[in-house]
């Protein structure tokens, strides 16, 4: 809250939490400041102190004030860039080319994403953040963890391996154990078709950096992970969004973009997605790899969900066979964010080509933490702890989802996973600024868009929206917009 001090000005002080907001990132550029009259109301203030609080901002280079249209967050200009000029009323009848709902053309992403993962490692609140895109730190706290390390370093380990690198593609043990465990989700991959990664958005980029080059056409599911849509971005590629429904990929338009574009890569997340919770059925997985072998595009399939997921759970890569699918994943979500683990697991012909881009970008990846992850996955605890989280998990979410239809939300889908995507009945984008001075980091629905149109809807962390407090304040925040 403002409040009166004899050290610094309302509009001082008004001016500065905005500051801090744009300089983390938590304000994205291109965003809208809430008029003068709204953030007057807001905040409790004259609306005098709010233009004082704006005219210092603007001295200070961080916005810029555009005639009859308000105030915005500087240094990028929100505008979709038109690579490709295609656009269909619809898809199957092949309508006359207008701007309508569907639109087949890549896509340039206006949008600082970052700005999310700011503001999940900001710590401006000790409240639960339902922003986040990750289980509590309470949720993964275990022992097993540091027995696993104690045990690899013990003795003359430590120094056996500290003191020359690992091997190229990861610690052979872990690599043999991934290789096992990737057998129970009916994907077949030896160990020598495995890589090791820092993460498996490194993974995601890994791929990328391989088999693509500036100005490629890439098809990423929308509503989508909106790290992903801002990674390919900054590669320089083109972004072909393809809506994601219940049952998978819209495989219309994605059979129009083949024609048109000749995509080469697909991002897909199979099962839980990202924030929709929808899996891929059968059907659809048939006909995306039917799809890939027709026009010759590799899918890079994200199953960072693995771990709360069923087993018997559509997998694109356990149909394909590691032919043109390449499976990626990580333990971050699950067990350990610090550790920062991640793989994949590739056809034999691009096993090479892979290695050499992780080389170029570290060289190989530590062996303390390989060799650690791969003694709990071998004794069964990383398993266990999975299963102690997914009851944990279906438990949050029921709570979760009768207080958000109590506040007058709706699902967009069926609850499902750690995410909700729940529309709120207002701009979502002018919500979480208000939210963040309640305390509260929320992940509106234009950040899941490549070209960041104004939505209604927000993802949900079903973790962190259990408090009944949240929903309170969130009703009293919507009442006022």
């Known amino acids: 809250m403002l409040v009166k001090a004899a050290s610094q000005s309302l509009a001082e002080q008004l001016a500065e939490r905005f500051a801090e907001r744009i300089r983390t990132g938590l304000l994205a550029p291109g965003t809208r400041l809430p008029s003068v009259r709204q953030c007057a109301q807001q905040q409790g203030v004259s609306p005098s102190t709010v233009v004082a609080a704006y005219d210092q901002l603007l001295a200070q280079g961080l916005v810029e004030a555009l005639k009859n249209r308000g105030f915005y967050i500087r240094n990028r200009v929100v505008a979709p860039v038109n690579s490709a000029q295609y656009a269909i009323n619809s898809v199957v009848t092949g309508g006359a080319p207008t701007r309508a709902k569907t639109t087949l053309e890549a896509q340039h992403v206006p949008v600082n994403a970052t700005a999310l993962i700011r503001g999940m490692f900001h710590g401006s609140s000790e409240q639960p953040q339902p922003g986040m895109g990750a289980f509590p730190p309470d949720w993964l706290q275990t022992t097993f963890m540091a027995a696993a390390v104690r045990r690899v370093t013990s003795g003359k380990q430590l120094q056996a391996f500290s003191l020359q690198y690992g091997e190229p593609a990861g610690d052979g043990g872990l690599r043999q154990s991934l290789s096992t465990k990737l057998n129970t989700l009916a994907i077949h991959a030896a160990p020598q078709q495995i890589i090791t990664t820092v993460g498996a958005t490194h993974a995601l980029d890994i791929v990328s950096r391989t088999l693509l080059r500036a100005g490629d056409y890439v098809m990423v599911e929308e509503p989508g992970w909106a790290i992903e849509f801002a990674r390919l971005d900054a590669l320089g590629m083109r972004i072909l969004p393809v809506p994601r429904g219940p049952d998978g990929p819209d495989l219309a338009v994605m059979a129009r973009y083949c024609e048109l574009h000749s995509p080469k890569l697909f991002v897909s997340v199979s099962v839980f997605h990202n924030p929709t919770g929808y899996c891929l059925t059968p059907g659809s997985a048939h006909r995306v790899l039917q799809l890939a072998n027709q026009h010759d595009f590799y899918i890079a399939e994200d199953d960072t969900y693995s771990h ?78 999975a299963e102690r989280i997914r009851t944990r998990l279906n438990q949050a979410r029921g709570r979760s989802a009768r207080l958000a239809l109590a506040a007058g939300c709706t699902f967009a889908a069926p609850p499902a996973g750690l995410f909700g995507w729940v529309d709120t009945g207002v701009d979502t984008e002018l919500l979480s600024q208000r939210m963040l001075d309640a305390g509260y980091l929320l992940a509106p629905g234009a950040l899941f868009h490549a070209s960041r149109a104004p939505s209604t809807l927000m993802r949900i962390n079903f973790c962190t929206t259990q408090d009944a407090q949240f929903w309170q304040v969130f009703q009293t925040v919507r009442a006022g917009m």
């Open 308 to 385: 709360i997921a069923p087993e018997h759970a559509t997998r694109l890569c356990a149909l394909d066979g590691l032919q043109r699918t390449i499976y990626v994943s990580g333990f971050a979500k699950i067990l350990a964010p610090g550790w920062r683990v991640g793989f994949m697991a590739a056809p034999t012909a691009l096993v090479e080509r892979l290695l050499d881009t992780k080389l170029l970008a570290t060289l190989t990846t530590p062996a303390l933490l390989e060799k650690a992850l791969a003694w709990c996955i071998d004794q069964g605890q990383l398993r266990r702890h």
